[in-house]
């Protein structure tokens, strides 16, 4: 396996610098002292191809926020924030093949705001559930509808307030259904059984949180990775919200992964002289690493 050599101060004794080798972690590139700390290391952090890589460097990062950072942030890579300047999409985080590839792809990943509010779009959803119902038992028509009711995705927006004296119970006070074309399939208000003290909006997929673990709101999250506002009026509407987060769903769920790693780490060459050889006999560095979460893009292959 390949090391780096690193120089650290001597001892007194030793008069002098000596240059201990460090082993690099070819997904986050952390550096170890010894091939145990870089296996303990894989165990813990739990690589896998469904991570936000870098389009430059290919380097693996825990959230987006943490792959902005690297290509954006005050602490960015030069050799990558300047290559994503240059070809990379900033809603998306993708570096594109050329600048005019980036041109063509924006006018992909740029959405426009949702529908208004109140307005109903479920004349296509209508119209399918109609022409099951009277295309005959075992037809075309009938199996496509059904196939699409199999597999089809929906989202659900409920907007939560807080009740008791000091807001801390959950209530559902409305509630927002839309399908995959953005037809809204059910929008209503839900009674509280407790008076209303509060009000709420999380965002909690893994990919999608803040480098500390904290949820980022949709608004948030609507803004950053599609590129429009949401929320912006005196009054709340979850179709709006139902929207944008189907939106984001379909964004994540149509994500294609690097696959294999670009740095390349046999970790069957590692000398692990303290821990059991059948167990450490794989070569692949996603073999030591359990996903700590599900990837929507798993969706798309169902």
Known sequence: MASEPVTKAGGASSGGNTEIPRI????CFKQFSTDE???RHLEKACHTEHEPQCGVCHKHCFCFEALREHLLGRLAKKECAAEFSRRGCSLCLDVLESEEALTNHRLKCQFMSACPSGKVLTTPMEQSIKGAIDAPEGSAEAAHFSEERQYGAVAL???M????????????ARVC???EDENVLLNTYVQPLLP????RDTATYQLFVKTSGVSHKLRFLTEVFLGYKIQDGTIHDPCEDAIAAMRLYKRMRSRRHAGALVHVCDLSQLSLQHVDAPQWSYSSVYSYSEPSFYCWCVDSKT
């Open 196 to 199: 209303v003290t509060d009000y």
């Open 24 to 27: 690099r972690c070819p997904a």
């Open 177 to 179: 259904l839309v399908d």
């Open 37 to 39: 700390n870089l296996v």
């Open 157 to 159: 927006d409920c907007e």
């Open 161 to 172: 307030v807080g009740g008791g004296s000091d807001g801390s119970i959950n209530i559902c």
